[in-house]
């Protein structure tokens, strides 16, 4: 069983069109994530939710949106897409817990966006 | 957090002990050290933390010098399947943010 699962795996569109990318976790997890990968590889946060609830959103355009229906789903909403999304995104989840514990992620193998 | 330091590369021969080195010399008392990786097209894959004692797994042994300035991930028997990016990152307990560097890259070579 996969324990964090993101569909799809690849995805090419055009510039301007809206795009979504969706994840599972069947983990029991109460927080889950949104990373993004550049060209370059390097790794940074886009969104956290813990319990359905917003908890991080950093420097990320409005464009992109992160719904989450239930605790185990955290789906990524892009509007409008441009050339500099194309990267790898990537989700994850991890337990609530004692400091020290809860940076313990479990990511999926990622979707790679790519904007024509 | 604290900035983390690692070599850019290492090689290691199938069979034998990896020892990736990290140096985090502004570490704060209540900051962990945590180490993932990622192999080539997947996405990036716990493997161990600490904070001061020394740790091991089923997948790795952490030692962290008794000023916590610096730590050492050992893989004791690496494998091929061990080549990927190794990730040394300190974190505060930020609930998930982490603050990934541009790691080591290690080469298992048969």
Known sequence: ?116 | DAKTTQPTSMDCAEGRAANLPCNHSTISGNEYVYWYRQIHSQGPQYIIHGLKNNETNEMASLIITEDRKSSTLILPHATLRDTAVYYCIVVRGSQGNLIFGKGTKLSVKP
Request: aromatic share 10%; proline share 4%.
């Open chain 1, 1 to 116: 069983d996969t324990a964090v699962s993101q569909t799809p795996k690849y995805l090419v569109t055009q510039m301007g069109n809206d795009k979504s990318i969706k994840c599972e976790q069947n983990l029991g997890h109460d927080t889950m994530y949104w990373y993004k990968q550049d060209s370059k590889k390097f790794l940074k946060i886009m969104f956290s939710y813990n319990n359905k609830e917003l908890i991080i959103n950093e420097t990320v355009p409005n464009r992109f949106s992160p719904k989450s229906p239930d605790k185990a789903h955290l789906n990524l909403h892009i509007n409008s897409l441009e050339l500099g999304d194309s990267a790898v995104y990537f989700c994850a989840s991890s337990p609530v817990g004692e400091q020290g514990t809860r940076e313990k992620l479990f990511f999926g193998s990622g979707t790679q966006l790519s904007v024509l």
